[in-house]
């Protein structure tokens, strides 16, 4: 059974929730996007207040340490101290309204 990380609903559109283990669920509408939430620059989570995270123009997401911006779509650092480097993806799928840990597409 696959896991359910949370619901679509539950992820502000254009931002973003951690949920499950330590996964950080990003969201625009309909379309939504999770990695693991730890900082390729110092492997630290994004955010240092529970659940605060700082995206722009449902785009990019900022680490609250030194700045560094990832995109949504691919998690790749685009600006900051770890240009080129990508956040973890963690594959999901959505269904009725849930994101859920897409099984099949891990490994
Ligand atoms: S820990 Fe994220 S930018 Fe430094």
Do not use: Q
């Not at 990003?26 to 900082?39: F, G, I, K, P, Q």
């Not at 207040?49 to 722009?56: L, Q, S, V």
């Amino acid at each position: 059974m696959s896991e359910v990380l949370c619901t679509l609903d539950e992820v502000p559109d254009g931002g973003g929730l951690e949920a499950g283990d330590a996964v950080l669920v990003l969201r625009r509408a309909d379309e939504a996007w999770a990695y693991r939430n730890v900082c390729p620059h110092f492997s630290i989570p994004l955010n240092y207040e529970p659940n605060t995270f700082w995206a722009y123009g449902g785009k990019l997401v900022m680490c609250a340490h030194h700045s560094a911006m990832f995109r949504f779509e691919d998690g790749e650092c685009i600006d900051g101290p770890c240009l080129g480097a990508k956040l973890t993806p963690v594959p999901i799928r959505i269904e009725g309204g849930k994101i859920l840990i897409d099984e099949d597409g891990r490994g």
